[in-house]
């Protein structure tokens, strides 16, 4: 029986579901417009990932800030960003929140305290440090997370930030989001070390979390966030999950075991809260609803993006270089 199972009331879980269901539902459309042609540059997606994304970011505050990963659809979703200025952005168009210029890697939006996605591997980490100290000097009250992939373990700017954040006590929340594949590689196959053993050495708090259980990650946050606003050691978070899909979108995954591949949908984290939900009073009745309101969102946002314009090439440079006098 899994901690959700056993925990988690109606009230906090179906929350929970709706933001992983409208995650879900997006990512799907995305990967049929990829394969329309309806997206430049390539996709990642993070299906069967979005109870890390969904339980974070359900205890985050709006003066909170992150960082996410070239795979961070979730995490922008879960954050707040106007699902309809996203889907412009990831389809290059004019009235996406970076003029369609960031793309699916790159979405940022300071509004809600999305400092942006990163398609550098750990290139986010030292951009949330830098907010946490923000945070830390002007008294905001806030927190700042840093969510990076298990590729990003053996990244010298990690342990760079680890080292900054315990020495200055910075109300930072390293979220590694263990998927267990840096993008062809297995995690054994490029990390030595265990995280948590590396979080402790630099004297910082560390939880690992079943990363395909909502509730316990939302659980394992507050607990987190709770210890850093009261002006606690900064915390690392593990959240242990798996990569449903490629690296990308029309990777072939010839390097995974076929075995691994056909047990994915036995630990999908939306089925596992449809389940507890289900078992509820009024349980299927509201699952029903919250797919339909998600469909209508999602839609709704889609037809927007197509509708909206291409970006004006002439507006190319704009933003990219300053005119220099006297030169």
Not at 160 to 182: D, H, K
Not at 186 to 203: I, N, Q, V, W
Not at 205 to 223: H, L, S, W
Request: charged fraction near 25%.
């Amino acid at each position: 029986m899994s901690a959700t199972k056993k925990r988690v009331p109606k009230g906090r879980l179906l929350p929970l579901y709706e933001t992983m269901v409208l995650i879900r539902q997006t990512e799907i459309q995305l990967s049929k417009l990829f394969a329309d042609g309806e997206i430049p540059g390539s996709v990642h997606l993070c299906i069967g990932q979005e109870a890390v994304a969904a339980g974070i970011m359900s205890v985050l505050r709006p003066q909170d800030t992150i960082t996410s990963t070239h795979r961070g659809h979730g995490h922008v979703i879960a954050k707040g960003i106007d699902l309809g200025r996203f889907f412009k952005e990831v389809m290059g168009r004019a009235g996406g929140m970076c003029s369609g210029r960031g793309g699916s890697m790159h979405v940022a939006d300071p509004s809600v305290g999305l400092l942006g996605a990163n398609g550098i591997v750990g290139g986010g980490i030292t951009i949330a440090l830098g907010s946490a100290l923000a945070h830390q000097v002007r008294r905001t009250g806030g927190i700042a997370v840093a969510i990076f992939g298990d590729g990003a373990q053996a990244e010298g700017v990690l342990h760079e930030s680890l080292n900054i954040a315990s020495l200055w006590r910075l109300p930072l929340l390293f979220v590694c989001e263990n998927n267990r594949w840096a993008e062809f590689s297995p995690t054994s196959k490029h990390f030595a070390a265990d995280l948590g053993e590396l979080a402790r050495a630099f004297g910082l708090a560390f939880a690992r979390v079943d990363g395909n259980d909502a509730e316990a990650v939302a659980r394992e946050t507050e607990t987190a966030a709770a210890n850093l606003r009261e002006g606690g050691k900064p915390y690392v978070l593990e959240c242990v999950t798996l990569r449903v899909r490629g690296h990308y979108e029309g990777d072939p995954q010839k390097y995974r075991d076929l075995k691994e591949l056909s047990g994915l949908e036995a630990d999908d984290p939306i089925a596992r809260a449809a389940e507890v939900l289900r078992a509820l009073p009024d349980g299927e009745t509201e699952l029903r609803a919250v797919e339909e309101r998600v469909a209508l969102r999602v839609a709704e946002a889609v037809r927007q993006a197509k509708d909206d314009p291409l970006p004006d090439f002439q507006q190319a440079l704009q933003d990219v270089y300053t005119g220099v006098r006297g030169a």
